[in-house]
Each structure stands twice: as C-alpha cells, then as structure tokens.
C-alpha cells in the first residue's frame, strides 16, 4: 500500500497564504482598535497563523488509514506529562486506542530573527529531552515510540539571509555556523534536531511576506523539506494503522 501525502503541496501554499493572511487581519484589527501592541507583535496575537499547517497534518492521519483516532487540536486537551515539568501543551495529538502516536509543534518567526532563533534552539532542544525522558518512564503508557515532529516557518527576507557573524572569545565556533544566516542556521538546527534522534522529523520552510498571494517558500535540505516531514508522518501513521 502506498503512502498518501494528500496533495500536500496545494495545501502548504494554501496554509503559507493563510498564515500571512491572518497576520495581516490581526495586525489591522489592533490597529483599528488603538492597540498599541499594533505592529509585529500584534500581527501574532490572533493564535492561528499556523493552523493551514495543522489541517495538513490532520489530512495526513486520516488518508493514511487512522480516520478513526482522535485527533486533538483544541488547548484543553493538547497536554502531556513532563519528565522535567509537570506538563507540555503541544499543538496537535494524534491517539489511537490509548497509544499516544503523534505530537506536532508547529512555530514560525516573522522579524526579529536574533533574538528569537537562539529561544526557538533552546526550546525545541528543551521539549524534546522533556518528552523522551517521560516517554522512558512509561508517561505515555509501554508503547511503540510516537512520531515526534517539529516544523517552523521562517520569514524569508534579507535579515534572514545575511551573514552573520558570531562573537566567542574563548573557544571558535564550529565551521558550519561561521558567516551562517539564520535561515542556515535554522536548517542545521533541524537537521541536528533530526540526527540526534530528538525529533522523527523537522522542518524548516521560508516564505516572504508578498506570499500572500502566491503562497511561495522555499525549502534548504532535503533532510529538512516539506516532502520529507510529510512522508515521514504518513509512514508512521500508515504502520500504526497496520498494527
């Protein structure tokens, strides 16, 4: 049986149309209500610039043979135990019979790509060692490792794209980030998340703003494009499905 990727394609664009759409309608209605959080920050506040992505997901469970599961997209009951702390509230759980098989974080970064990569490095970084230490103390029941998956969204603009240059006094950094934009950076950062066996799977994509209309991104490996999350989600579901 072959896997179905259910025109993830069309779907991305659509969610990448979305997701900027709905920052824009967020930002404007701050605006118009004499916000002054109105700007970057306001263009964030509405919560649902990723959802495109979550009914991509959602599609994917179900053509792959668990239309049955429950599939958990609604904040009251998107929490897990934590080894390090008490819970995690994660953007979509997909369970089937009592078995956890897939938790998603989905994240993007519009602007202010200093300060937010090394938050976004130390959270995923952070999640993921919470997680598979409680997966190891039975939190989630003696069952087969779920699909962990983990896909962020980063403007593609200049800023994103420049070199940049790293300050460590002591001890150099390593070849691969030196002059590494932070689309690069982003790309290593999941490519590691990946090998290190943190996440089933991660992906970075980057999109302009004028994407609104097109619903244009680009991808920077292939351990870390789309095709790879999707095929890679699919494939666990389909043997969860089989089991």
Not at 13 to 38: H, L, S, T, Y
Not at 43 to 66: E, P, W, Y
Not at 161 to 176: I, K, L, M, T
Request: aromatic share 10%; charged share 20%.
């Amino acid at each position: 049986m072959s896997l179905d990727l259910a025109d993830y394609e069309t779907k991305a664009r659509d969610a990448v149309m979305a997701f900027w759409g709905n920052r824009e309608k967020a930002r404007q209605k701050q605006i118009e209500a004499g916000n002054v959080d109105a700007g970057e920050r306001g263009s964030v506040t509405a919560g649902n610039n990723m959802d495109g992505f979550i009914a991509l997901v959602i599609d994917l469970v179900k053509a792959n043979g668990l239309a049955h599961a429950a599939i958990h997209q609604q904040r009251k009951v998107l929490t897990l135990p934590g080894y390090f702390r008490p819970t995690k509230l994660w953007d979509l759980l997909v369970i089937n019979e009592g078995r956890l098989v897939a938790a998603v974080e989905l994240k993007s970064q519009v602007g202010s790509f200093g300060n937010n990569f090394n938050n976004r490095t130390e959270e995923s970084i952070g999640t993921a060692h919470d997680f598979w230490t409680a997966y190891r103390e039975g939190a989630f029941g003696k069952h087969p490792r779920p699909f962990l998956g983990w896909l962020m969204m980063v403007e593609d603009a200049p800023g994103s794209r420049s070199p940049v240059r790293d300050n460590s006094p002591h001890f150099p950094v390593f070849p691969e980030f030196q002059g590494a934009s932070y689309l690069k950076r982003y790309d290593l950062l999941c490519q590691r998340l990946v090998q290190e066996q943190l996440y089933t799977t991660a992906s970075v994509l980057a999109t302009p703003r004028d994407a609104v209309n097109s619903g244009a991104f680009a991808e920077l490996s292939e351990l870390t494009n789309l095709k790879t999350f999707v095929t890679t989600l699919a494939g666990h579901i389909a043997a969860e499905a089989a089991r």
